[in-house]
């Protein structure tokens, strides 16, 4: 049985901040930062937008695309991310709820730092293989945190994507997927803390690199596949340098990657990340085409699918707007609009 | 007990999550809020729920300067009157755009957002309010370079 993407969806809220403005506030110099970071702008959340209505946004879009299928047909919701709305009390349900999928579906949240939702993606895949149901959705949303002048605060972006996954209408299907996982302390944040922190020496080398290089490498592997039979590789984007330097340690050209690289323009959606940069790639590819991916969490892990296009996917994106359009529709704050709708001022 | 309270939260959560309402089946005529008599066709009315497509156009709306303590940070915030393409009139906020853009007759679509908070520590009400409509967004799939 084919099993894949049957439909898939992207939300980015229109607020955008420039990172001179960000760099203004902390005496920073904004040219040396955007060249090493490669971002120049990132999406912000409105006072009333957070994680929740993020992913509904995202999963209607999807729900658009995978045209035929029932809200009842649908019995499992997975939320990823790491800015919940609530500590105890599921973001899944809120929007089971709103997508009225209610009350026959198991519905959870995921947290894996920014590869909670391709998490879900596997749980999906392996629910809908086994049998037990028709369609599955995983949703990758967050409204990130940073601490007021920490170097997070240029990346740490609002946005997400979801996709519903099943074995009819397939839009796009998953070939494979497998995971790589360590624990490394590269990035964390302690209950009750407001931000994350983060230890600099790990980013790199042995959390991004290791992960994503390794669990890619070893799908290709079990697949038999190679960088030049992918039209199309997606990585978790932090900043804009990073997945440059992974494809290139992996052997793919950087006309691979651009497509996918969204983050220069809207920063860091965490569990929305990659999912985004797919969600941009299923917007142009044609079918036949393949692409993989590959998420990672902070903690650390990766999670790698490879992916072939159908030829569905040309009638069915039209159904919803790219993710093209949400970058394109933007409003610029200043820092201090932006601290009031990231809730900087506390009482 | 305030509007935003666990119980009150819960009776009107679906109509506010998918915008539901209801239909009379006998003289096709739709309410917001939910009702459970047609006033037109009385006993012989047969009413049924119906979730409403979301779009419609701006009817009537004010800009509000000085809020209520909910709604302080929206301030200035635009609370407007729309009509729904099926008939009914909602109330609602519109967002996403600056007060001096918008114009009656405006085409506006349902979002979903978070209306009110209980303080810091309670529940979130979630449900819909209003954007302008872009349905310019297929020309994106013209175009090669996307």
Redesign the interface.
Known sequence: MKVGIVGYGAYIPKWRIKAENIAKVWGQDAQTITNGIGVHEKSVPSLDEDTATIAVEAARNAMKRANGVKPSEISAVYVGSESHPYAVKPTAVTVAEALGLTPYVTAADTEFACKAATAGIQACLGLVKGGYMKYGMSIGADTAQSAPGDALEYTAAAGGAAYIIGGDGVLAEIEGTCSYTQDVPDFWRREGSLYPKHAGRFTGEPAYFEQIVKCSKSLMEKLGTKPSDYTYVVFHMPNGKFPLKAASILGFDTKQVTPSLIVQKIGNTYSGSSLLGLAAVLDRAKPGERVLMTSYGSGAGSDSFSITVTDQIEERRRLAPPVQYYIERKGYLSYSIYAKNRKLFRE | MSATAPPAHWRR??ER??LLGSRCETCGATFFPTTKVCPKCRRKGKIAQV?FSGRGKVYSYTVIHSAPKMFE??TPAVVALVQLEEGPMVLSQI??TDHKELKVGMEVEA?????FEQEQSGI?S?GF?FRPV?DH??K??DN?D?
């Not at chain 2, 979002?111 to 209306?115: A, E, G, P, Q």
């Open positions: 959560m679906r999550y998918r979730e940070q929206f967002v996403d979002c979903f957002r978070k209306l979130i979630y309010k872009n967004w297929g994106y799939y090669k996307i």
